[in-house]
């Protein structure tokens, strides 16, 4: 079992920048794959970002490639989502997810059993 809690959401103009962070409790050792996803209103939820928290292998969608960051601090048992050039269409909310004891698997909400309680960014024109 694994707890995460994001934080970090807020509201920003376009072009500006945020940093999400992901902390997880319960499961501090071993492999697993925390990911970034987010979900706007009315639409589906969109899978962002991944990491291998044993190798450090990220992955990005396609529309936040070159613009987002994934990182982690081991010693938190954090992870990070860095969001610079934010547009409009960012606005969402961003939730962590996670599984455990198990490579990345691809950035579909089946795949990550475990989530956090999410946290919204908001960017305006």
């Known amino acids: 079992q694994v707890q995460l809690v994001e934080s970090g959401g807020d509201s920003v103009q376009a072009g500006g920048s945020l940093r999400l962070s992901c902390a997880a409790s319960?499961?501090?050792?071993?492999?697993?794959?925390v990911a970034w996803f987010r979900q706007a209103p009315g639409k589906e939820r969109e899978g962002v970002s991944n990491?291998?928290?044993?190798?450090?292998?990220?992955y990005y969608t396609d529309s936040v490639k070159g613009r987002f960051t994934i990182s982690q601090d081991n010693a938190k048992n954090t992870v990070y989502l860095q969001m610079n050039s934010l547009k409009p269409e960012d606005t969402a909310m961003y939730y962590c997810?996670?599984?455990?004891?198990?490579?990345?698997?691809?950035?579909?909400?089946?795949?990550?059993?475990?989530w956090g309680q999410g946290t919204q960014v908001t960017v305006s024109s």
């Open positions: 319960g499961y501090t050792y071993g492999r697993k794959c």
């Open positions: 997810a996670a599984r455990l004891r198990n490579y990345c698997a691809a950035l579909r909400p089946e795949n990550y059993p475990y």
């Open positions: 990491i291998d928290t044993n190798s450090g292998g990220t």
